[in-house]
T-cell receptor
């Protein structure tokens, strides 16, 4: 158990819908990262927050957004969902900005 | 992100055998990490390497940070059935926040 929690574990929805994925970092960790894992793209970095502020952006679509709240939990919002958004979404956390990252169990999103 | 070339892509091994996989990059990394992912689970950190030339062990696992800072390898000794899974290398550039991942090595153990 990495100490990072993610909910829900599974999510099934339809194209065009909007969903919110939630992540709680390890106790004491200030940084939260979001990654997408699909069969054809592997693990891709989406976005990072540090202590409530956006720190770095990767291959994140404009239809996706994220935020980190004062209690340091983070949410990833995916809107106007397409079939190709079906993937595993992982959250990782670490103490600072560049420390070792620990991953949560992931949310499996299926868009039908 | 940075391109990490991980090989082999997959391997079938006999229980008790030693396994070796590696990652190379055209970029110089500050940190190399090795993760294992079981089906439907998140990547679990196996070994973290922070200095060029560093050799670190975790039980039957040994990993090294290459001298050029552009490569790393992971060895698994005396493989057992629970070693099955996908192993990922990940690298972090100096001052960068994100990890770049290799495509993974799928390990299947023949009993």
């Amino acid at each position: 158990d990495s100490g990072v929690t993610q909910t829900p574990k599974h999510l099934i929805t339809a194209t065009g819908q909007r969903v919110t994925l939630r992540c709680s970092p390890r106790s004491g960790d200030l940084s939260v990262y979001w990654y997408q894992q699909s069969l054809d793209q592997g693990l891709q970095f989406l976005i990072q927050y540090y202590n409530g502020e956006e720190r770095a952006k990767g291959n994140i679509l404009e239809r996706f957004s994220a935020q980190q709240f004062p209690d340091l939990h983070s949410e990833l919002n995916l809107s106007s969902l397409e079939l190709g958004d079906s993937a595993l979404y992982f959250c990782a956390s670490c103490r600072g900005g560049t420390d070792t990252q620990y991953f949560g169990p992931g949310t499996r999103l299926t868009v039908l | 992100g940075q391109q990490l070339n991980q090989s082999p892509q997959s391997m079938f091994i006999q229980e008790g055998e030693d396994v070796s996989m590696n990652c190379t990059s055209s970029s110089i990394f500050n940190t190399w990490l090795w993760y294992k992912q079981d089906p439907g689970e998140g990547p679990v950190l196996l070994i973290a390497l922070y200095k060029a030339g560093e050799l670190t062990s975790n039980g039957r696992l040994t990993a090294q940070f290459g001298i050029t800072r552009k490569d790393s390898f992971l060895n698994i000794s005396a493989s057992i059935p629970s070693d099955v899974g996908i192993y990922f290398c990940a690298g972090q550039l100096i001052g960068d926040y994100k990890l770049s991942f290799g495509a993974g090595t799928t390990v299947t153990v023949r009993a």
